[in-house]
């Protein structure tokens, strides 16, 4: 058993001869720069609602007392002070960030599938070698 797991490592490492990547079609949204756009609107418009989330009676329950009035009314937005012009420059500062993350992922898919493929492979050499626990001792 002791053996097994000081291998497991040495099995899963990639080989030059096995270190090939494969094939991977990916899918046309992971390719579409129009995506990093629609990803940055989407958390823009998330980040508002995140933002416009009224905070205050659970801060004044959590305190153990009623909420005031103004208190009801207090927001995230009103407790970290982000505006929405701030709000937008920090997104439209993401979007080649996001582009790039995006093009590097690209580049990176399909020796992961391979390390992935090697790995499962690896796994279930590894597994077909475990006695049942169930099998009747002698």
């Known amino acids: 058993m002791r053996k097994s797991l000081i291998l497991l490592p040495l099995l899963l490492a ?5 270190a090939q990547p494969a094939s991977v ?4 949204e992971l390719t579409d720069p129009a995506t990093a756009d629609r990803l940055t609107d989407a958390m823009q418009a998330l980040s508002n609602i995140l933002l416009d989330l009224k905070i205050g009676e659970a801060k004044a329950a959590l305190e153990g007392r009623q ?6 009314k ?17 997104m439209a500062e993401m979007k080649p960030q996001l582009q790039q993350s995006m093009k590097a992922f690209q580049k990176a898919l399909p020796e992961l599938m391979s390390s ?3 790995a499962q492979k690896s796994l279930e050499r590894v597994t077909a070698n475990i006695p049942d626990p169930t099998y009747p001792k002698r």
């Open 14 to 18: 990639a080989t030059p001869a096995v």
């Open 25 to 28: 079609q990916l899918p046309p």
């Open 67 to 72: 909420a005031t009035a103004a208190e009801k």
């Open 74 to 90: 207090q927001t995230i937005r009103d407790v970290t002070k982000i505006d929405d012009k701030n709000l937008k420059r920090r």
């Open 116 to 118: 992935m493929d090697q």
